[in-house]
């Protein structure tokens, strides 16, 4: 269950940088003439509103993967959670190439980034 509760590094770092990225691509539209209020809310209403599908197979597939891969053992931390971040970004990956939305090669980035982050509070709560 302690494995568990470090999810949070990932859904905190994968949102920031999504959040962010579309803060960025909002402002450097050139179709449109957003102020940063506007792209601020804009970006919100993308993460949590057209996002949704991501935010819940996200945090379902973190969870489920968890229970799955460390629930035994958590020798080779590093390894699993490589392949966690693989199982979880290849439809990402395919949404990025299929649709042209850039905005999920940011959060598979993230993703990684926060599961090797991820690894030293894992070692740290099962120690």
């Given at each position: 269950m302690?494995?568990?509760?470090?999810?949070?590094?990932?859904?905190v770092g994968v949102f920031i940088a999504v959040f962010?990225?579309?803060?960025?691509l909002n402002l450097i539209d050139e179709n449109a003439s957003r102020n940063m209020?506007?792209?601020?809310?804009?970006s919100l209403i993308l993460v949590f509103g057209y996002g949704i599908i991501f935010w819940g197979l996200l945090?379902?597939?973190?969870?489920?993967?968890?229970?799955?891969?460390f629930i035994r053992s958590q020798n080779n931390l590093k390894a699993k959670l490589v392949i966690e971040w693989l199982i979880i970004s290849s439809p990402f990956v395919y949404?990025?190439?299929?649709?042209?939305?850039?905005?999920?090669?940011?959060?598979i980035v993230a993703l990684l980034i926060t599961q090797l982050l991820r690894e030293k509070k894992i070692q740290k709560a099962t120690s």
């Open positions: 302690k494995i568990i509760k470090t999810n949070w590094i990932n859904i962010l990225y579309a803060i960025v209020f506007q792209s601020v809310f804009a945090i379902v597939s973190l969870i489920v993967l968890d229970l799955l891969l949404w990025a190439i299929r649709y042209k939305e850039w905005i999920f090669v940011a959060a």
